[in-house]
């Protein structure tokens, strides 16, 4: 069983930086592939970017590429997720993800998600 606690959302102007984290409780945290996804009302969850589990791969989706980075501390059993050049697109509630599978060249489907965070809020004003 893994448990999963999101923190650092908030708000933000356009341009700005918000570094969100992700604390993992469990012992087999270095098992698991984390990511992150975000979700708008009316809208589905999508991929947001995933790390693999020794934090050697990493895939963006096409719209954060180059402005977030996602990192995971497995000393501390932490995924960071430190977003840059922010757009009021940008806003939205964001999750943290485990899993223990991921697809080559993509990262974590929903489907293939085991346990998710409570979500965290990020608002990016223009």
């Known amino acids: 069983q893994v448990q999963l606690v999101d923190s650092g959302g908030g708000s933000v102007q356009a341009g700005g930086s918000l570094r969100l984290s992700c604390a993992a409780s469990g012992r087999t945290f270095s098992s698991y592939a984390m990511g992150w996804f975000r979700q708008t009302p009316g809208k589905e969850r999508e991929f947001v970017a995933t790390?693999?589990?020794?934090?050697?791969?990493?895939y963006y989706t096409d719209a954060v590429k180059g402005r977030f980075t996602i990192s995971r501390d497995n000393a501390k059993n932490t995924v960071y997720l430190q977003m840059s050049s922010l757009r009021p697109e940008d806003t939205a509630v964001y999750y943290c993800?485990?899993?223990?599978?991921?697809?080559?060249?993509?990262?974590?489907?929903?489907?293939?998600?085991?346990?998710w965070g409570q979500g965290t809020q990020v608002t990016v004003s223009s």
């Open positions: 993800a485990a899993s223990r599978r991921i697809t080559v060249g993509f990262g974590i489907k929903q489907e293939d998600v085991n346990y």
């Open positions: 790390i693999y589990w020794s934090g050697g791969s990493t």
